[in-house]
């Protein structure tokens, strides 16, 4: 009967056998064939405060017949025996968390052999964060992009998506009571059974500022001249004790329709200023992501969204990564900064690019090489009426693609994660 694999690890080596070598033994020039290596994957993942991942690396080696002893080699690891099991290969499963990122090999030699009969290399690096986001641009964001939602995660089973829900959905005349509590549970589920998260999206919509008790801001819009629904206005029109407000307000309606109290956030049209983001420290949110790739929203050139976020985000791009802004600037980390982590939107939204354009944001944050410290890309949609079959297949095009490196399948550092998850992998 065929003894479980850490059971049989446990077994001690029979004795008479010389010690391991600590000395590498040379590289073969190609692995010889009359050993079977198997279970070493291509790419190992680290841990952080944010994920834990699996940090064993499993080894069977079926070898010849007179084969004594195997030892193996990991990394800069000291040498390891491996373990004879009942079919007659060896195996061995150890740690290596504490091989750093970086291009490794695992290097084999039986009989104490100063020359291994197999190199195998490995990637160890730290985790690419893939985060996908939706921003509920209306209170209403209808069934349909609610139902392709529901397809993403079928089709991408390790997928979580941030949720930037509307506190408008409560506030506007337009919605039912009930239709409102179908929304609220559509959201619940989603977080229940997939692990997504309830962040917070604000368009100043009229019927959401004066519900909070302010005076509806409706010339300062990111389109037109005047804008009495609040819509396209720019949320930095409201300074920071305003904001505060608004966002007390949009807790309330939160937690009173059952979504909890969100924690991260990202203003409508990307319009936060520094004391916007000031206001969501003040009110204990733990992460932005409200900082714009702006070259990215070219269709919008010509127009005041477009030249409002190219003066406001000006050195955001493609590969810009998390920090915590100054409390003088919020595009800078001087010091002293605040207690909230902005996370640059730089895969933007599907709205504005193509698949091939997405992917390649991806491969602009991952070049095939292992990591050396963890990277976010941050990309998301508008589940609205609006969300075309198009922009859907291009968002499931992407995932796609993402799935490809997943980290989970030995396959590279990608973790789908939410952005409430992520900062612990980002301490100031």
């Known amino acids: 009967m065929r003894l479980p694999l850490v059971l049989a690890l446990s077994l001690a080596a029979c004795g008479g056998l010389p010690d391991p070598r600590e000395e590498k033994p040379t590289a073969p020039a190609d692995n010889d064939p009359g050993y079977t290596v198997t279970n070493i994957g291509e790419w190992y993942v680290t841990s952080d405060a944010a994920q834990t991942q699996d940090e064993l690396m499993t080894i069977f080696v079926a070898v010849p017949p007179a084969t004594e002893f195997v030892d ?8 390891q025996r491996l373990s004879k099991q009942p079919d007659g290969r060896f195996a061995i499963q150890t740690s290596i968390a504490d091989v750093p990122p970086g291009t490794w090999d695992v290097l084999l030699a039986a009989d104490g052999s100063t020359t291994a009969f197999a190199r195998i290399p490995f990637n160890r690096s730290a985790p690419y964060y893939v985060l996908v986001t939706t921003d509920w641009d209306f209170a209403d964001p209808g069934n349909q992009a609610n139902l392709y939602q529901e397809q993403l995660h079928q089709n ?64 300062q819009s990111t389109v037109l001249n005047i804008d009495d629904t609040g819509y396209t206005i720019k ?34 049209g990307w319009t936060a200023t520094l004391d916007t983001v000031a206001a969501l420290a003040d009110a204990g949110f733990i992460a932005d992501t409200s900082a714009l790739n702006w070259a990215r929203i070219e269709e919008w050139e010509g127009e005041e969204l477009y030249r409002w976020n190219m003066e406001n985000w000006a050195p955001i791009n493609d590969t810009s990564q998390p920090y915590y802004p100054s409390q003088q600037n919020v595009l800078t980390d001087d010091a002293p900064t605040l207690s909230i982590l902005e996370v640059p939107d ?26 050396p410290t963890p990277r976010t890309l941050m990309m998301g949609f508008h589940p609205a009426i609006q969300f075309s079959e198009s922009e859907y297949l291009r968002v499931d095009g992407f995932l796609k693609y993402a799935d490809m490196h997943l980290a989970s399948k030995r396959k590279g550092p990608v973790v789908y994660i939410t952005l409430e998850n992520v900062v612990a992998a980002f301490a100031p």
């Open 156 to 219: 991408h089973a390790e997928l979580r998506i941030t949720h930037f829900a509307a506190p408008y959905t409560f506030t506007d005349p337009a919605v039912t009571p009930a239709r409102r509590q179908e929304l609220a549970a559509w959201l619940i589920a989603q977080r229940d059974m997939h692990g997504d998260e309830i962040g917070l999206h604000i368009h100043p919509y009229c019927n959401f500022v004066t519900s909070a008790g302010l005076t509806c801001v409706i010339d």
């Open 235 to 268: 949320l930095g029109a409201y300074g920071r004790e305003d904001m505060r407000t608004l966002l007390e307000h949009a807790k309330e309606l939160f937690v009173a329709n059952g979504l909890g109290t969100p924690r991260t956030f990202r203003a409508g």
């Open 72 to 79: 193996v080699w990991i990394a800069d690891l000291p040498v």
């Open 346 to 371: 730089n895969g933007v939204m599907i709205d504005y690019v193509s698949l091939a354009e997405m992917n390649s944001l991806f491969d602009a944050n991952f070049d095939g090489r292992p990591l």
